[in-house]
């Protein structure tokens, strides 16, 4: 009797310990019955009790859950091919459903990887690449007051793809994402598991693609530097032929100027020459006959010839003493 | 046979003192499992059967051992920081880098190009119930979360944006979209700060985005070379036209002055004048002659009766100038009769 008591107690702690289980905060339990889930799933954490032995502890999370979808190609509408890399946060409200149909969250995690798979790849296929990229409609771009000149407005409403604009978008990101959401949420729900968002984590440019993007940026990036060269060099021609109008101002500017100042000057001394000479007849006359006589140093000089005659009024004395004086009234 | 091994071991001496050292072990491990210290920087969530019980602050504390109470340590005070597409080694918080920086660079911009985006993430851990119970890996949520915003919010933008203009805008946009996410994940972290460190084209295009950049400066150069060619060239013109301008005016001056000059003297020679005309007038007429007559290496005085004048004029230079010979010639100056 005293040998049997510490084996009996030690059965009954062992019974005790096995009937007892703790329920993590982040935790819900069914219990199953030889496999058969007994009872209400408990969601409340704390010390339970439950038959020992006969009873076993499934835990399952309750907080949310990640799915990392695993990057793939896929074609979007306009048949460019991207790679798209999904994530989705998800969570087990029914827990008994989702033991009945998936019983782990390795299964459950393979149904996602399939239903978010074939969902993005319609949703990605049915609308073009800017779509999927761009979020906002109508955003209007900051505009490098460097990069992006009136050219580009210009362009832009010629219907060309311009350097810094963005071209409008129907739908967007958000609703694409949307559709995803919706359509798997669906699907997802008769597992006892509710989805709480999918967004797209990366989208890039498939490997094969990538050279030709980079070759179409390396193409728009050449033109800018073209036009800015050309935009230089044409400032500077402006700038020469403002030079030169300039220049032919400044100085027709300044040859009409200094003729109006000559003219003034020869006018206004012609006034003077005019008012003193014209005073009267004998001041004219004797204008002439003075103004005559200046003249005659500078127009005879060393090597002039002289053809004198004896009746000039200087040689008229040569042949005869004029004993009268010579014809001068 | 154990039967007499039994008695011995009952007797209370001996026990006692076999006993005492294993008690003190065992004591030993229930103190030292019993207290836990938290850290200044952090709190401690205690779960006594799994269910949330309290949160600690900083100091000494003690719980109950073995299994019954568990302490989860959160550093609350921390500010954490989550690194995309480079990563700093040295780093206590796994969530910091990830393993694969050169795919979470790339991205694809509003206008389709690409650009390689660099950024971190601050943030603290503001509702640890939170942060331990509603989310697992709320680490690795925001990463997911802080990548997928950053490609959305790229995603508006241009390339210019991204790369120069854009840059704040960016970091604004993409703190709001991240906190809200992550309110609504009930993450329990505050997102602090959103910082974006290096963006750059992809490297085969760098080149051409540094191409951009000369011509730019090319652009800048062309225009100074031009001014200056330009303010070399006109200010001079300016000079020269005020010079030609005053110059003129000096002329002008000078021009009236002169008929000033000339027709005061007129008027003194011509008041003279009208007292004896005649004599002044010969006078004049004479002194003119006088003066000028010697200078005249070739003179010729012909009598007026005689005809033909050209024979002479062969005479060598020096031949007498007073021979008196026919001629018809006119004397060149012959002053005006009034």
Known sequence: MNRLLPIAAALLAFLLFNAFYTVGEAQQVILTQFGKPVGAPVTEAGLKMKLPFIQDVNRIDKRILEWDGSPSDMPTKDKLYIAVDLFARWRITDPLQYFLRLRDERSALSRLDDILGSETRNAVAKHELIEIIRTTKDRIPLQDSTLGESQDTADAQDGNKAVGALVPIHKGREQVEQEIFKAAAEKVKVFGIELLDIRFKRINYNASVQPKIFERMISERRQIAERFRSEGNGEAARIRGNMSRDLNRIQSEAYRRVEEIRGEGDAKAAEIYANAYNQNPEAAHFYEFTRTLEAYPAIVTEDSTMVLSTDSDLFKFLKATGSKPSGQP | ?338
Do not use: C
């Open chain 2, 1 to 338: 046979m154990k039967l007499p091994s039994l008695p011995p071991l009952r007797t209370p001496p001996a026990r006692a003192f076999r006993a005492t050292p294993v008690i003190l072990v065992l004591l030993a491990v229930v103190i030292w499992s019993s207290w836990y210290t938290v850290p200044s920087d952090s709190v401690a969530v205690l779960q006594r059967f799994g269910k949330y019980r309290s949160e600690a602050p900083p100091g000494l504390h003690f719980k109950i051992p073995f299994g019954v109470d568990a302490v989860t340590i959160l550093p609350v005070k921390r500010q954490l920081k989550q690194e995309f597409g480079f990563s700093t080694p040295g780093s206590s918080n796994p969530d910091q880098f990830s393993d694969e920086p050169e795919a979470e660079t790339r991205m694809v911009t509003g206008d389709l190009n690409a650009a390689l985006v660099e950024w971190v993430v601050q943030y603290r851990i503001s509702e640890p119930f939170k942060y331990l119970f509603d989310v697992r890996e709320p680490g690795a949520t925001l990463r997911d979360v802080s990548e997928s915003v950053m490609r959305e919010v790229v995603g508006d933008r241009t390339v210019d944006e991204v790369i120069t203009i854009g840059r704040q805008e960016i970091e604004s946009e993409a703190l709001a979209k991240m906190q809200q996410l992550a309110t609504k994940y009930n993450m329990g972290v505050s997102i602090d700060q959103v910082q974006l460190k290096n963006i750059n084209p992809p490297t085969p295009v760098q080149d051409s985005f540094n191409e951009v950049n000369q011509a730019q400066q090319e652009k800048e150069r062309l225009i100074n070379e031009a001014r200056r060619d330009y303010n070399r060239v006109i200010p001079l013109a300016e000079g020269e036209k005020d010079q030609r301008i005053r110059e003129a005016e000096g002329y002008r001056l000078k021009r009236t002055n002169e008929a000033e000059g000339d027709v005061a003297r007129f008027n003194a020679v011509f008041a003279q004048y009208q007292k004896a005309p005649d004599v002044t007038r010969r006078r004049l007429y004479l002194e003119t002659m006088q003066q000028i007559m010697p200078a005249v290496q070739n003179k010729v005085i012909v009598d007026e009766n005689m005809q033909g004048i050209l024979p002479l004029l062969n005479l060598d230079k020096k031949a007498l100038p007073a021979k008196p010979q026919a001629a018809a010639g006119q004397e060149p100056q012959q002053e005006a009769t009034p």
